[in-house]
Nanobody, 113 residues
Framework: QVRLEESGGGLVQVGESLRLSCVAS????????MGWYRQAPGKQRELVAT???????KYGDSVKGRCTISRDVAANTVDLQMNYLRPEDTAVYYC???????WGMGTQVTVSS
């Protein structure tokens, strides 16, 4: 069974950057679609970015131009580089393999003004 574990969250200031990483177990990250979603308090979970096994990438409207999703096949991770962070980026960020119905436990990102 696929397992996903996120890391890299934390508390940052407005305008700073953060890099999240998701390590997958029991599957190679370049053989399935993977992605990142986030959920802020009182809000629905929303798309941050996804990457298909062929490398097609999709970003959520709220992060376009500020986030980059990438794969590290050697480390078997899917990473999310987030720049120019805003208070509204505060959320729990979840790694997912959507076609497998698998989610990680999430990592908290807090952006302080």
């Amino acid at each position: 069974q696929v397992r996903l574990e996120e890391s890299g969250g934390g508390l940052v200031q407005v305008g700073e950057s953060l890099r999240l990483s998701c390590v997958a177990s029991f599957v190679r990250v370049d053989t399935i679609e993977m992605g990142w979603y986030r959920q802020a308090p009182g809000k629905q979970r929303e798309l941050v970015a996804t990457i298909t096994k062929s490398g097609f990438i999709k970003y959520g409207d709220s992060v376009k131009g500020r986030c980059t999703i990438s794969r590290d096949v050697a480390a078997n991770t899917v990473d999310l580089q987030m720049n120019y962070l805003r208070p509204e980026d505060t959320a729990v960020y979840y790694c997912t393999a959507p076609n497998r119905g698998t989610w990680g436990m999430g990592t908290q990102v807090t952006v302080s003004s």
